[in-house]
């Protein structure tokens, strides 16, 4: 006799009354979610995005007038994944914002175990001051906040400076590992002078008994555009072109050659005019922020198809696995990031180039 219970009314009611039973225990069958917890491939949640500045920059003005800086502590427009209203995040793993400082603002010294860059996205004259050491912000400068590091921001200049905040606030949330707490002064003490370490770290040496000042993260924290942009230029002009990425550079701590951040990879890339880039897809799910220029990207997952087109100061999110396709017609520099540090390191990164 064939004992094997198979799928029947009876049975179909003595399982819903089964799986009753045991969830009085905070028990589950797996059986009736293993394919969504295995699945064949990447099925994330979180949707294609795109923020046009132009939309964007009224609301963030208008923020300037309802609340200062110093009350909001960080006056930002989070930039939400829209598949994920209410978490703060525009994947899952990866929060971004668009922070605003008016002149004479300052947002107050605090620390905090997440880590964060800033992408400078509009206006001069703002400072970043890490751990005694300030940086001044100019559009197209990448800088680093290590984490536990004591960071305030201000605005000295006459004209409003807006930035791109990128943290790892949800993965430090999904590992329970979020600490936090306010500097006992407004401002941090200036003990060192701008650039000092750009000149201890950042010119091809380090010091001879080289100790890591913030641990997995870069000495560096601030990757100032000037030179980014002159070597984009020059690959841009005397090496090849990657079909796929046009020039794309990945910015190193310079004292491991690795990401600048443990949870976060940085990016520049410049498509030259008349770029139709081959399509690809990778786990990471990246933000992208557009410097300068004008182009498309084209995403799409199964049927689904998305074109957003782009100009300066534009952002947008390509979510894991999801095929892109860049193209310029009078090209184009786009910074991105994205938590591939953390799939490398976890052994799980895939990147797929397709023709
Ligand atoms: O500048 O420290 O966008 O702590 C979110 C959390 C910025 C910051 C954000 C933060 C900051």
Redesign the pocket.
Known sequence: MDLTPTRTPANDAARKAFYDAIAAHSMTPLWEVLHALVPPAPATPCQPAFWKYDAVHPYLMQSGQLISADEAV?R?L?LENPALRGQSCITQSL?A?L?LILPGEV?PS?R?T?S?LRFVVQGHGAYTAVDGERTRMQPGDFII?PSWTW?D?GCEGNEPVVWL?G?D?PMLRFFDAGFAENGTARQQAVTRPEGLSTHRYGANMLPVRYEAPFGQTSPIFSYPYARTQETLRQLQTHADIDAWDGTKLRYVNPATGGSPMPTMATFMQQLPAGFDGKPWRQTDGAVFSVVEGYGSVTLSRGEQVWTFEFGPRDHFVIPSWHTAQLRSAPGCVLFSFSDRPVHQALGIHREERLS
Do not use: F, N, P
Request: proline share 0%.
């Open positions: 960080r930002v989070i929060y914002g922070q947002a605090h905090h997440q964060a906040t960071h921001h905040d943290l606030i």
